[in-house]
């Protein structure tokens, strides 16, 4: 089976690399995919954050990293990926997912499976990570060292 975990990954957090790692156990092929959103800019580059996925997913030998724009299931289509993978970290993400969940199944019956998301990262977010790491924060074993090393350059001038 091909399945996707896709998302803005800006940054990626040890979060969803759990999600990843136990996607990719029970999958033949994982793309990593980041939306390319042409009205907000990231933090991050779209081709740093693929440049950090490759980094972090270098000894998964079935993850591949990609980016994308338009709709997720057109991707899916085009790429015969039968399924998304999708972290579940607390009940209020629960609404939001279950209505793409049912919109994506509507456009073109590709499924989403729900991965509960280990409660070591439950509170975890890439929105947490940027303002705790923009007014200096500790993000140390929160995100991949990959990220860590990259953070202190994005906040250099605001500090
Ligand atoms: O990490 P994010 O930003 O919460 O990920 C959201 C994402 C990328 C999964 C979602 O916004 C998405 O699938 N966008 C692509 C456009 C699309 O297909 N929209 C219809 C969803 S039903």
Redo the contacts with the bound molecule.
């Keep these: 089976m091909k399945v996707i975990c896709?998302?803005?990954?800006?940054p990626v957090t040890n979060g969803h690399l759990d999600v990843f790692k136990r996607a990719a156990q029970i999958a033949d092929e994982v793309t990593v995919?980041v939306?390319v959103?042409r009205t907000k800019s990231g933090l991050f580059s779209v081709d740093e954050r693929m440049e950090i996925l490759r980094e972090v997913t270098s000894s998964l030998p079935n993850v591949r990293v990609d980016s994308?724009?338009?709709?997720?299931?057109?991707?899916c289509r085009e790429h015969e990926i039968q399924a998304?993978v999708?972290g579940l970290r607390a009940i209020s993400d629960f609404d939001y997912e279950l209505?793409?969940?049912q919109?994506?199944y509507r456009?073109a019956d590709v499924e989403t499976l729900f991965v509960s998301t280990n409660p070591q990262f439950s509170f975890l977010s890439?929105s947490l990570i940027k303002e705790i790491s923009r007014y200096g924060g500790d993000v140390e074993g929160l995100v991949p060292q990959a990220v860590l090393e990259r953070l202190p350059a994005k906040f250099s001038d605001t500090m």
């Design positions: 896709p998302g803005s990954f800006d995919a939306l959103n994308f724009h338009g709709l997720l299931v057109d991707y998304i999708k209505q793409m969940a919109m994506n456009l890439s």
